[in-house]
C-alpha cells in the first residue's frame, strides 16, 4: 500500500507521518484490496477558526471500493485521529459484508429420521 500526504497552508507535526503510516498500516489487517491511500491537510488561516482549523480527507484508491472520509481537528493529528475512525467503520462495513458467517436456514438443513 502506498501512502501519499499532500499539504496545503499546513505545517506537519514533526511525527506526524510516523503516526499516519502505522494507522493507515493497521488497516491492512482486513482483507479490502487497497492499492494507494491519499492524505490532503488543509490548514485554515482564520482566527475564528480555531477548533476546526485543520481539516484531513482520506481517500483510498484500488481494485476494492472507494473509501474517502473528512474531519476537522484542532491540530492536523486530532482531525487525523477523527478521519481514520471514519475510514475503519468503513472497512469493517465491507470486512463483514464479504464474511461468511455459515448460518444454516431451515431450508438447507437436512431432516434426519427418527425410528
Given at each position: 500500500m502506498k501512502i501519499i500526504i499532500h499539504t496545503r497552508?499546513?505545517?506537519?507535526?514533526?511525527?506526524?507521518?510516523?503516526?499516519?503510516?502505522?494507522?493507515?498500516?493497521?488497516?491492512?489487517?482486513?482483507?479490502?484490496a487497497i492499492d494507494r491511500i491519499e492524505v490532503e491537510i488543509t490548514h485554515e488561516a482564520n482566527p475564528r477558526q480555531g477548533k476546526n482549523s485543520h481539516r484531513v480527507v482520506i481517500?483510498?484508491?484500488?481494485?476494492?471500493?472507494?473509501?474517502?472520509?473528512?474531519?476537522?481537528?484542532?491540530?492536523?493529528?486530532?482531525?487525523?485521529?477523527?478521519a481514520i475512525k471514519n475510514i475503519e467503520l468503513q472497512i469493517r462495513r465491507i470486512h463483514e459484508k464479504a464474511k461468511s458467517h455459515g448460518r444454516?436456514?431451515?431450508?438447507?438443513?437436512?431432516?434426519?429420521?427418527?425410528?
Amino acid at each position: 500500500m502506498k501512502i501519499i500526504i499532500h499539504t496545503r497552508h499546513a505545517d506537519l507535526a514533526s511525527d506526524f507521518k510516523v503516526i499516519a503510516e502505522e494507522k493507515l498500516r493497521s488497516m491492512e489487517r482486513f482483507s479490502v484490496a487497497i492499492d494507494r491511500i491519499e492524505v490532503e491537510i488543509t490548514h485554515e488561516a482564520n482566527p475564528r477558526q480555531g477548533k476546526n482549523s485543520h481539516r484531513v480527507v482520506i481517500t483510498s484508491h484500488g481494485s476494492g471500493p472507494l473509501l474517502r472520509a473528512d474531519a476537522r481537528g484542532f491540530n492536523d493529528v486530532a482531525a487525523f485521529d477523527a478521519a481514520i475512525k471514519n475510514i475503519e467503520l468503513q472497512i469493517r462495513r465491507i470486512h463483514e459484508k464479504a464474511k461468511s458467517h455459515g448460518r444454516k436456514t431451515l431450508r438447507t438443513m437436512k431432516v434426519e429420521a427418527v425410528d
